[in-house]
């Protein structure tokens, strides 16, 4: 689990996973070099997690690949990554293991992600599909079988250690958004298969406040090129056909500040995206 600056959510989600019905486990959160006193914070509600800090923020990618790579020095044979700011019920764990003991080909197996504010709401049946051509993803929100999804989202994925040692671990080069797609489709090339529990479930928040700035879009904007570079046909056609959707629903939403500085990302100066990202 990572934490930046989200003591509070991670130690709601902490609370949650101390309700598990799986024994044979250990929670690891890596603090992604926290502006503020989150790790005091996590340790004073939590003394049964152990807290690895990082001296920089790596992003979703790197910050996860500390922890999968402790988990593997301490021979765990799964690793789950799991947003702090879920809240999951007492089988979600078992539930995913005993899905990818069915097959030895599971390289990873996803929740059913409710919404916590609504919580018979489906945000995420496990994963989605993605649009080569357009440079897009759209969740499943209906019980779909693993084999016709084209990723498992990162909220919630528990990955089998063989499986990783095979493709590697989540590329770093993206610092956030679509890694998770990435590593589904090197699994998926490299013959593993995706599966999705049904009965592992898990409350996740909808809305977090990046979502609502400027850098977000700059971020999704980032990732999704990397995406499309590694795996779209012709990258240039999701890439143009993205950044017309992208400057033109801030646009129409009124929102010329997060318009702008996209515009200037993507067409004047896509040079200057990375110093804003910083």
């Known amino acids: 689990m990572l934490n930046w600056n989200g003591w509070r959510d991670t130690v709601d989600c902490l609370t949650s996973l101390q309700q598990l019905d799986y024994q044979e486990s250990q929670v690891v959160v890596i603090d992604n070099a926290s502006t503020n006193d989150s790790v005091l914070r996590i340790r004073e509600r939590s003394s049964k997690a152990e807290i690895i800090q990082l001296g920089q923020n790596l992003g979703f990618a790197g910050g996860c690949n500390v922890g999968i790579r402790h988990a593997f020095d301490l021979g765990a044979k799964y690793v789950w990554l799991l947003n702090n700011d879920t809240k999951v019920d007492p089988g979600a ?3 995913m293991v005993k899905m990818a ?15 916590m504010s609504r919580p018979r709401r489906v945000l995420t049946w496990g994963g989605g599909r993605v649009s080569l051509w357009f440079g897009r993803s759209s969740h499943c929100t209906k019980e779909t079988s693993g084999d016709k999804l084209a ?5 919630s994925l ?3 250690r063989e499986a990783l040692q095979d493709v590697g671990l989540l590329d770093e080069g993206y610092f956030m958004y679509w890694e998770d797609a990435d590593l589904c489709f090197r699994l998926r090339k490299a013959g593993w298969k995706l599966a999705v529990a049904r009965e592992s479930q898990v409350w996740h928040k909808k809305g977090a406040s990046l979502g609502q700035t400027s850098t977000f879009d700059l971020y999704v904007w980032t990732s999704m090129v990397r995406f499309c570079d ?6 240039l056609i999701p890439t143009v056909i993205a950044a017309a959707r992208m400057i ?12 702008t500085r996209l515009f200037q990302a993507i067409v004047i100066d896509p040079s200057r995206k990375r110093t804003w990202l910083r």
């Open 158 to 160: 528990l990955l089998r």
């Open 93 to 95: 764990l078992l539930a």
């Open 230 to 235: 590694l795996h779209a046909p012709v990258s």
């Open 248 to 259: 033109t629903k801030r646009v129409l939403q009124l929102e010329w500040t997060r318009a």
């Open 101 to 115: 003991e069915v097959d030895s080909r599971i390289g990873a197996a996803g929740s059913a992600i409710y919404d």
């Open 151 to 155: 990723y498992l989202t990162g909220a």
